[in-house]
């Protein structure tokens, strides 16, 4: 009982299930992206390595204490890469990451979120991790001018938290998002790259399908072309990485021995057309608007009834005063 509650004033009692600390095993070369963003992230690294000779060695830490901090954006939609990229960053430079989500970070004690935002930072130093916050706008969100309820002010605290941890913190953190519009104004210049991950074009998408597969062991029947999928259907690497899945236990469910069976180009189609429709009917809602009661509309219009007969009455008392 007293570890737990001494735990808890630390900070640490929710922390520890809010993260996932890993050790990195894919690379760069385990994602396909555009050059623009690949040249942006080679960017990103470079200041990382030259993180204590631009600082230290030539004192611009002395004259720039704000541009310690070791922060990068990575945005765009879903299934671009950006936690690839992210594993990748902390392989390149040799250390741990640690994988934050806000969501497990929240407290529903009034006033923990803060300390356990605090707790995160100071846990990644201890491991000297890379950090990364995934669905980042949830905890970077713009602060509310109006605070006039708890959870307003709540919010407000944990983003200026945020910030002075950002501050202080001597290591990289990378914020992951594809709702990068709703990010707090006080990041922009707290943050030193922003990189944007785009959806892949033809080229990338068919680098993509090949990459997913075994270049030897994956059994691929002749009729697989992959340049035609990436042709045919504008998705994200996330989709195609799903549908190769999908491919694979299409065409392992079929009747016949195991060393007959091959994946055939009807498997893959199959399987990005269900992905597809996946993403659709998670878009939408299957429930259709649910109509307004009678009495909802009458509650509407009680206000506006008793405003006419509070005119009326007024209109008559002003005749009858008239008439006499």
Not at 41 to 68: C, Y
Request: with cysteine; hydrophobic share 50%.
């Amino acid at each position: 009982m007293m570890a737990s509650l001494l735990l808890r004033a630390l900070g640490l009692a929710d922390v520890k299930r809010a993260v996932d600390s890993i050790v990195p095993r894919r690379t760069f070369e385990d994602v396909v992206l555009p050059r623009a963003t690949r040249r942006t992230l080679d960017q990103a690294l470079v200041q990382v390595t030259s993180h204590d000779l631009i600082f230290k060695r030539w004192g611009l830490g002395e004259r720039h204490p704000g541009g310690m901090p070791l922060a990068f954006n990575f945005a765009g939609p879903s299934g671009t890469g950006k936690t690839i990229c992210a594993e990748a960053v902390a392989h390149a430079l040799g250390r741990r990451l640690m994988i934050v989500r806000y969501a497990e970070v929240e407290s529903m004690w009034m006033g923990e979120t803060p300390k356990n935002v605090a707790a995160v930072f100071r846990l990644a130093k201890e491991q000297g991790a890379v950090l990364l916050f995934d669905e980042a706008d949830a905890i970077a969100a713009r602060r509310s001018t109006s605070a006039d309820h708890a959870f307003q002010r709540e919010s407000n605290t944990v983003v200026s938290v945020l910030l002075q941890e950002l501050e202080a913190f001597n290591g990289v953190v990378i914020f992951a998002t594809n709702m990068a519009v709703n990010f707090d104004p006080a990041f922009e210049r707290r943050i030193r790259t922003h990189v944007l991950f785009e959806m892949p074009g033809v080229e990338e998408r068919e680098c993509i399908w090949r990459v997913q597969v075994h270049p030897s062991r994956t059994p691929l029947a002749p009729d697989v072309d992959f340049r035609a999928l990436a042709e045919r259907y504008d998705v994200s690497g996330g989709d195609i990485h799903n549908a190769v899945l999908k491919a694979a236990m299409l065409a392992a469910s079929e009747p016949g021995s195991d060393a007959s069976k091959r994946i055939h180009q009807r498997h893959f189609d199959e399987a990005i057309r269900e992905v597809i429709a996946g993403r659709r009917v998670m878009r939408q809602s299957l429930a259709p608007p649910a109509e307004p009661a009678p009495h909802v509309w009458i509650a509407g219009l009680a206000p506006l009834l008793l405003a006419l007969c509070a005119l009326l009455v007024a209109v008559a008392a002003l005749v009858i005063a008239l008439v006499r």
